[in-house]
């Protein structure tokens, strides 16, 4: 493969070809090195997509030099069951990550505790039936299980369309979606949401609506700028960081700081003829950092690689030292949160 500049291909408003030739061109040494981290978000998953699986994460994680302790994985339709009712098929992507904590737990492929924390899909769409549902992921999970996503990222403009985008818009909203969220509390289940920033407000009146959920906002409330939104960064900037704002006056909701390396960010690294630096990526991404560390407070932010979609944009290492730049004025405590303090916390990490 030839070191040129991936092509700018957008097949989705999430993912974009990653090729490890491109991202050698540029490495750094790790940033506080010491520092712990607790990823707060990635996936694993083998074809149709670009595999990215355990071995492939636990390179990433050695070649970085950052001292990752634990991560936590996300739904991303991988390893479903082939068969058995259309409703519990998700079970085995929890099965198979659960699998693949056991291996890390063993001490036998490194330090780090890989997906100490997962999140599947639960179905909520179903309503009171999604009772089942939730209670096969939590019996397949065991402990390290912690909640459930169901995608409502929506936009009528087609260039941002998500990777398997069956949904409704308005799915937060939708009368027999929150039938199946009111059954998360009871059972100790978080909520991961990922949407786009227009849709802020519609999980700022579902939060409000169950504030007895634990709910997570992936990705910074995922900025967008490419389609219609294109060459708009200015202009959709205010609406984005009043929403954040009003979205943070809901105490059961935190936030994930990441995310921005997605090419629905409409950034262009990724078409770059080099990978950005960490100094590059800090100062490009800085202002949604900060806001939402302004917003949420450290004790309510966390940092999230989102792999592999934003190793699109960048590498592991180079990713963690910018979230470090971005985080140099913070205090001692406030960094121990954001890297690992808030997640672990939130999803109840190493919880028995």
């Known amino acids: 493969m030839s070191g040129a500049a991936p092509a700018a291909v957008v097949t989705s408003g999430s993912y974009a070809p990653y090729r490890d030739d491109w991202l050698a061109l540029h490495t750094e040494p790790a940033l506080e090195p ?4 607790v990823d707060a978000h990635h996936h694993l998953w ?3 997509r670009p595999k990215y699986m355990y071995e492939d994460m636990r390179r990433d994680i050695a070649a970085s030099g950052h001292n990752v302790v634990a991560t936590v994985h996300v739904d991303c339709r991988s390893m479903y069951r082939q068969d058995g009712p259309a409703e519990l098929r998700s079970v ?3 099965e198979f990550v659960n699998g693949v904590a056991a ?3 063993s001490g036998a492929y490194g330090t780090t505790r890989a997906c100490a924390g997962i999140v599947g899909f639960g179905a909520l769409h179903l309503g009171a039936r999604a009772r089942p549902v939730l209670e096969a992921l939590v019996q397949a999970g065991g402990a390290r299980f912690k909640g459930v996503r169901q995608i409502s990222a929506w936009d009528d403009d087609p260039r941002l369309a998500p990777p398997n985008a069956e949904r409704p818009p308005g799915l937060l909203a ?3 979606f929150r039938e199946g969220f009111a059954l998360l509390a009871p059972l100790g289940l978080r909520f991961d949401a990922w949407l786009y920033q227009t849709q802020i407000p519609e999980l700022t009146d579902l939060a409000r609506a169950f504030p007895e959920t634990p709910i997570v906002l992936d990705h910074a409330g995922t900025p967008v700028g490419i389609g219609r939104y294109a060459g708009r960064r200015r202009e959709l900037f205010g609406p984005w960081k009043n929403a954040i704002v009003e979205l943070a006056s809901c105490p059961n909701v935190s936030i994930k700081l990441g995310g921005l390396g997605m090419i629905v960010g409409g950034f262009g690294f990724n078409e770059r003829e080099r990978p950005p630096t960490s100094v590059e990526l800090a100062e490009a991404w800085k202002p949604y950092v ?5 917003a949420f407070g450290a004790s309510r932010c966390m940092f999230e690689s989102n792999f592999p979609p934003d ?3 960048c590498s592991y290492g180079v990713l ?3 979230f470090k730049r971005m985080a140099a004025g913070a205090s001692t405590e406030e960094k121990a949160a954001l890297f690992a303090g808030t997640a672990q916390r939130f999803y109840g990490l190493f919880a028995r």
């Open 290 to 294: 900060e806001t939402c560390i302004e």
């Open 92 to 94: 085995g992507e929890v």
């Open 311 to 313: 190793r699109a944009t």
């Open 34 to 37: 010491d520092l712990p981290i």
């Open 174 to 176: 939708d009368r027999t």
């Open 320 to 322: 963690w030292n910018a």
């Open 103 to 105: 291996m890390a737990a």
């Open 46 to 48: 083998d074809a149709p």
